[in-house]
């Protein structure tokens, strides 16, 4: 089944330890994104790539990056973790940005911040 | 800019009750409009959407919603709800069209529903 897919699913590292979660999709899309969500909160959209073109969300801080090497792939680096960053983190993609195309999501990274 | 308001942090009932998650939202622009589920530790999967046409959207498991663009809301309903069911449940609109926003995805602030025995 074409799918989205994360790993790792639960990530520990340390304070200040620099961490990349992984994603990737067998669904061929052209948008990819990344959210975080704390606990009890909606999703909150960090970035998304439309094919090689990379959007940020203005709110994002620059502690978070993003590299997308292929259609396939997406990363998303943490460069120096704070507690606050301690989240689930969700990729999901669409096929495309326009007509309220669905977004597909994977089944997310814990990343706990210790 | 573009918001959604999700009535009720959490709704309990019992299994085979009718259920109403409740979902305004507000917009300048026309939006489409969708419903997700999360199941714990796991990612979110569409229900449904209204993009457009009727105003009353049937999705999987049962679920259907109906767009009322002069309330500005999406409710989500059920007639008999089943135990599986008990899940965070996500309202998202997306702008129709316009600017750096071009289909975000605005989420609610979510409603547990809760299927007791």
């Known amino acids: 089944d074409a799918m989205v897919i994360q790993n790792p699913r639960y990530q520990v590292t340390q304070f200040g330890k620099p961490v990349t979660l992984s994603c990737s999709q067998t669904?061929?899309?052209?948008?990819m994104y990344w959210y975080q969500q704390k606990s009890s909160q909606a999703p909150k959209l960090l970035f998304h790539y439309y094919d090689k073109d990379f959007n940020n969300e203005a709110d994002t801080p620059d502690n978070f990056q993003s590299r997308r090497p292929n259609t396939s792939f997406c990363f998303l680096d943490i460069r120096s973790p704070g507690l606050g960053d301690a989240a689930m983190y969700l990729c999901?993609?669409?096929?495309?940005?326009?007509?309220?195309?669905?977004?597909?999501f994977g089944p997310g990274t814990r990343l706990t911040v210790t | 800019a573009q918001s959604v308001t999700q009535l009720d942090s959490q709704v309990p009932v019992f299994e085979e009750a009718p259920v109403e998650l409740r979902c305004n939202y507000s917009?300048?622009?026309?939006?489409?409009l969708f419903w997700y589920v999360q199941y714990p530790n796991q990612g979110l999967q569409l229900l449904l959407k209204y993009l457009s046409g009727s105003t009353l959207v049937k999705g999987i498991n049962g679920f259907e919603a109906e767009f009322n663009k002069s309330q500005t809301s999406f409710h989500l309903r059920k007639p008999s709800v089943h135990i599986s069911d008990t899940a965070e449940y996500f309202c998202a609109v997306s702008e129709v069209a316009g600017g750096t926003s071009y289909g975000k995805l605005t989420f609610g602030q979510g409603t547990i529903l809760t299927v007791h025995p």
């Open positions: 669904l061929n899309h052209n948008v």
């Open positions: 917009s300048s622009v026309s939006v489409y």
């Open positions: 999901a993609t669409s096929r495309a940005i326009l007509m309220g195309s669905e977004q597909y």
